[in-house]
């Protein structure tokens, strides 16, 4: 039996990716989807249009980096740090020492494990499992292998437990196999699922995925490998399944040390995980944050030209087929341009989401050929192997034997493993203007806050446009995208303003007590309803919350298409209606309107009643990275010199903002008080 299964059709499969990356839209019948799209709500429709039409246009711009070896290898720099960026990486965290320890060891006929952890940040353990020949010659350097878990639940004694024959088979045959516990199913128990059912848009904001915790430790983890006596520090490794697949790609796209990678079932595409809903079947630890709004093969793209065996089952419904088809066509052609044609390669098995024989063997072999040099048939991977099923778990170790803190008493007291989202990724240092610096400290925080926070946003937001006659309007903010003013627009008098009302639901209108206190009798009061409010709404379901993920996966967010919507019918106003253009907004919207008005210069000023007050509130308005650049007091200075009437029950929370707006010479633009903020 061949080692390596090719998919039936091959061929006409690269025509059809040729296609999709050319042309756009993949052929409906290669479309695998995973369960039927929303339709309950009455702006389902709409927004899952507008996430397939930006998930077509991001994943074209692959076709530029297929254009010449020349191209790729001048963009490689750049891209190797948004990379790391968009993992919570980049600048590179301090590798500080890991502090090892091996706190016991078993031993075999021919084998030996080691229980042990390392801090791959200080006061972040990773739990482990080492196997290694028992008998080896002395001074022999052994290839190594890290091998990165997937989602296997063991409770107490650590993912890694559920994966010990493949550390065994690879003892038996030579190797140094270092199995690491993820971050979410390891002796210390910590979370992956924040954005998916926890509520923890704050994520969003401090630019943290789980994703990334998992490439450093397994970064930290070659580290180690390469501080042992007994490892060949450039014959290493890295492979899992499922999350572990995941996991590989991320390691090996991040860490030029692995010289050969095998992903078993951790990667589709983006127009698997967002218009096909794939996004739906994982969880935080599978995505990074696509600020710089990435082609999604471009990530495996980053191994090339190293080894690399590419490993699915036809029948998985979180990793389907047409998406494999897509991946490894793509990587193919990047392999290609390098001359490296033989080192990529597939392998597709029959069934669903598993680790079966003969992926074993493929993987097995694959790695035998390029640390050892030996392309000899493997034919005992079913030795010592486990029955992974719940109700037979048939370990060949008793896996209460393989803990490394064998009791609670024995846990870290000091582990920050489960706040590890509250510190792995450091928030900006906050940054007031000095003296005469306020121009261009401002243009230092709007630069960066359109390169990492607005990225997806034109430099200059153009204005809505009338769709129709009809009252009150129908307007296009961007292709997609359909909204309804609540209001048909009637001019002030000369002396008036015209307030445009980011609404936070329903309930906000002209009439609302916490905004009539604060009009005078002239002004003229317009309701927005951004995207996903009112007539716009769409389906949400905690979890797994597909719109808001989806959202991230294109490099974006939906109140950053709030955004652009207060900005777009801003200006919208400001031609129709020749009058000053004030935005408002309360608690949430009040923030939406204030970036709203930071992108648009043609807004006069801002209203703003009971604004949320930090980023890392879970109420704030989600902006990818924002913590990264500043909070919302500090960003909000850079309205500065453009009046502001900011109502807030904490107005001590804004001193930051009255002193950019001193810093500006605008004291007496910004009104700052206390008063009745809600209904």
Same mark, same amino acid.
């Given at each position: 039996?061949?080692?390596?299964?090719?998919?039936?059709?091959?061929?006409?499969?690269?025509?059809?990716?040729?296609?999709?990356?050319?042309?756009?839209?993949?052929?409906?019948?290669?479309?695998?989807?995973?369960?039927?799209?929303?339709?309950?709500?009455?702006?389902?429709?709409?927004?899952?249009?507008?996430?397939?039409?930006?998930?077509?246009?991001?994943?074209?711009?692959?076709?530029?980096?297929?254009?010449?070896?020349?191209?790729?290898?001048?963009?490689?720099?750049?891209?190797?740090?948004?990379?790391?960026?968009?993992?919570?990486?980049?600048?590179?965290?301090?590798?500080?020492?890991?502090?090892?320890?091996?706190?016991?060891?078993?031993?075999?006929?021919?084998?030996?494990?080691?229980?042990?952890?390392?801090?791959?940040?200080?006061?972040?353990?990773?739990?482990?499992?080492?196997?290694?020949?028992?008998?080896?010659?002395?001074?022999?350097?052994?290839?190594?292998?890290?091998?990165?878990?997937?989602?296997?639940?063991?409770?107490?004694?650590?993912?890694?437990?559920?994966?010990?024959?493949?550390?065994?088979?690879?003892?038996?045959?030579?190797?140094?196999?270092?199995?690491?516990?993820?971050?979410?199913?390891?002796?210390? $128990?910590?979370?992956?699922?924040?954005?998916?059912?926890?509520?923890?848009?704050?994520?969003?904001?401090?630019?943290?995925?789980?994703?990334?915790?998992?490439?450093?430790?397994?970064?930290?983890?070659?580290?180690?490998?390469?501080?042992?006596?007994?490892?060949?520090?450039?014959?290493?490794?890295?492979?899992?399944?499922?999350?572990?697949?995941?996991?590989?790609?991320?390691?090996?796209?991040?860490?030029?040390?692995?010289?050969? $990678?095998?992903?078993?079932?951790?990667?589709?595409?983006?127009?698997?995980?967002?218009?096909?809903?794939?996004?739906?079947?994982?969880?935080?630890?599978?995505?990074?944050?696509?600020?710089?709004?990435?082609?999604?093969?471009?990530?495996?793209?980053? *191994?090339?030209?190293?080894?690399?065996?590419?490993?699915?089952?036809?029948?998985?419904?979180?990793?389907?087929?047409?998406?494999?088809?897509?991946?490894?066509?793509?990587?193919?052609?990047?392999?290609?341009?390098?001359?490296?044609?033989?080192?990529?390669?597939?392998?597709?098995?029959?069934?669903?989401?598993?680790?079966?024989?003969?992926?074993?063997?493929? *993987?097995?072999?694959?790695?035998?050929?390029?640390? %050892?040099?030996?392309?000899?048939?493997?034919?005992?991977?079913?030795?010592?192997?486990?029955?992974?099923?719940?109700?037979?778990?048939?370990?060949?170790?008793?896996?209460?034997?393989?803990?490394?803190?064998?009791?609670? $008493?024995?846990?870290?007291?000091?582990?920050?493993?489960?706040?590890?989202?509250?510190?792995?990724?450091?928030?900006?240092?906050?940054?007031?203007?000095?003296?005469?610096?306020?121009?261009?400290?401002?243009?230092?925080?709007?630069?960066?806050?359109?390169?990492?926070?607005?990225?997806?946003?034109?430099?200059?937001?153009?204005?809505?446009?009338?769709?129709?006659? %009809?009252?009150?309007?129908?307007?296009?903010?961007?292709?997609?995208?359909?909204?309804?003013?609540?209001?048909?627009?009637?001019?002030?008098?000369?002396?008036?303003?015209?307030?445009?009302?980011?609404?936070?639901?329903?309930?906000?209108?002209?009439?609302?007590?916490?905004?009539?206190?604060?009009?005078?009798?002239?002004?003229?009061?317009?309701?927005?309803?951004?995207?996903?409010?009112?007539?716009?709404?769409?389906?949400?379901?905690?979890?797994?919350?597909?719109?808001?993920?989806?959202?991230?996966?294109?490099?974006?967010?939906?109140?950053?298409?709030?955004?652009?919507?207060?900005?777009?019918?801003?200006?919208?106003?400001?031609?129709?209606?020749?009058?000053?253009?004030?935005? $408002?907004?309360?608690?949430?919207?009040?923030?939406?309107?204030?970036?709203?008005?930071?992108?648009?210069?043609?807004?006069?000023?801002?209203?703003?009643?009971?604004?949320?007050?930090?980023?890392?509130?879970?109420? *704030?308005?989600?902006?990818?990275?924002?913590?990264?650049?500043?909070?919302?007091?500090?960003?909000?200075?850079?309205?500065?010199?453009?009046?502001?009437?900011?109502?807030?029950?904490?107005?001590? *929370?804004?001193?930051?903002?009255?002193?950019?707006?001193?810093?500006?010479?605008?004291? %007496?633009?910004?009104?700052?008080?206390?008063?009745?903020?809600?209904?």
């Amino acid at each position: 039996m061949p080692v390596h299964l090719r998919f039936v059709g091959r061929v006409f499969s690269v025509l059809a990716t040729t296609l999709c990356i050319f042309a756009g839209y993949p052929p409906s019948a290669y479309s695998q989807e995973y369960g039927k799209p929303d339709r309950g709500q009455p702006g389902d429709a709409m927004i899952q249009r507008y996430l397939q039409a930006r998930t077509t246009q991001l994943e074209a711009s692959l076709a530029d980096d297929l254009a010449s070896l020349e191209t790729w290898r001048e963009r490689l720099p750049q891209y190797r740090e948004e990379y790391l960026y968009m993992l919570g990486l980049w600048p590179l965290p301090e590798k500080t020492p890991l502090q090892p320890r091996v706190t016991g060891t078993l031993e075999g006929d021919d084998y030996v494990v080691e229980m042990l952890h390392y801090q791959s940040r200080p006061r972040l353990y990773v739990t482990a499992n080492l196997y290694r020949p028992r008998h080896k010659q002395p001074g022999e350097k052994l290839p190594a292998v890290l091998y990165v878990c997937g989602h296997s639940g063991r409770g107490r004694n650590g993912n890694k437990t559920a994966f010990q024959p493949h550390g065994l088979w690879f003892a038996r045959h030579g190797y140094v196999c270092l199995v690491v516990d993820t971050l979410q199913l390891g002796e210390i $128990a910590a979370v992956h699922h924040g954005t998916y059912r926890e509520n923890r848009w704050w994520w969003h904001a401090r630019g943290y995925t789980p994703a990334g915790v998992e490439c450093w430790n397994g970064v930290r983890g070659i580290d180690y490998l390469q501080s042992r006596d007994d490892v060949d520090p450039k014959r290493i490794a890295v492979t899992g399944i499922s999350g572990g697949g995941a996991a590989t790609f991320w390691i090996a796209a991040a860490d030029e040390r692995v010289s050969t $990678a095998v992903p078993v079932s951790g990667m589709a595409d983006l127009q698997s995980y967002v218009p096909h809903r794939v996004v739906n079947g994982h969880c935080d630890c599978m995505f990074l944050y696509n600020t710089f709004q990435w082609p999604w093969a471009r990530i495996a793209a980053l *191994a090339a030209p190293r080894p690399m065996l590419f490993v699915n089952s036809d029948q998985d419904p979180i990793f389907p087929m047409d998406a494999n088809e897509r991946i490894i066509n793509t990587l193919e052609r990047f392999y290609s341009m390098y001359g490296a044609g033989d080192q990529i390669d597939a392998v597709v098995s029959i069934g669903g989401h598993a680790y079966r024989q003969d992926i074993r063997q493929a *993987a097995f072999r694959f790695i035998n050929i390029h640390l %050892q040099g030996d392309p000899g048939f493997i034919d005992d991977s079913e030795v010592a192997l486990s029955d992974e099923t719940k109700s037979n778990p048939g370990h060949p170790i008793a896996p209460e034997k393989l803990r490394v803190f064998p009791t609670d $008493a024995d846990l870290p007291e000091d582990e920050l493993n489960t706040s590890i989202d509250e510190h792995f990724v450091p928030i900006a240092e906050t940054t007031l203007p000095q003296g005469g610096g306020f121009e261009s400290w401002k243009e230092t925080k709007l630069k960066e806050l359109r390169r990492v926070v607005f990225r997806s946003l034109p430099e200059r937001i153009p204005a809505a446009e009338r769709l129709d006659d %009809q009252v009150p309007p129908r307007l296009t903010t961007e292709p997609g995208i359909q909204l309804t003013l609540r209001n048909d627009i009637q001019a002030p008098t000369e002396a008036g303003r015209m307030i445009l009302l980011v609404a936070n639901n329903e309930d906000d209108a002209p009439s609302s007590e916490w905004l009539r206190t604060h009009l005078k009798p002239e002004d003229r009061v317009v309701v927005l309803d951004p995207r996903g409010i009112g007539a716009t709404r769409w389906t949400v379901h905690n979890p797994p919350n597909y719109v808001a993920r989806a959202h991230v996966l294109l490099g974006t967010t939906v109140d950053t298409g709030r955004v652009r919507d207060a900005a777009a019918t801003a200006r919208w106003l400001k031609q129709h209606t020749n009058r000053s253009i004030t935005l $408002a907004g309360r608690g949430a919207a009040g923030l939406i309107a204030a970036y709203a008005a930071m992108l648009e210069p043609e807004v006069d000023g801002v209203l703003l009643v009971d604004p949320t007050t930090t980023h890392r509130d879970a109420s *704030a308005p989600q902006f990818l990275n924002v913590l990264r650049v500043a909070d919302a007091p500090e960003l909000l200075g850079l309205l500065a010199p453009r009046p502001m009437k900011l109502v807030s029950n904490n107005a001590a *929370a804004w001193r930051y903002t009255a002193v950019c707006y001193d810093a500006a010479g605008a004291q %007496q633009q910004l009104s700052i008080g206390t008063g009745k903020a809600s209904q």
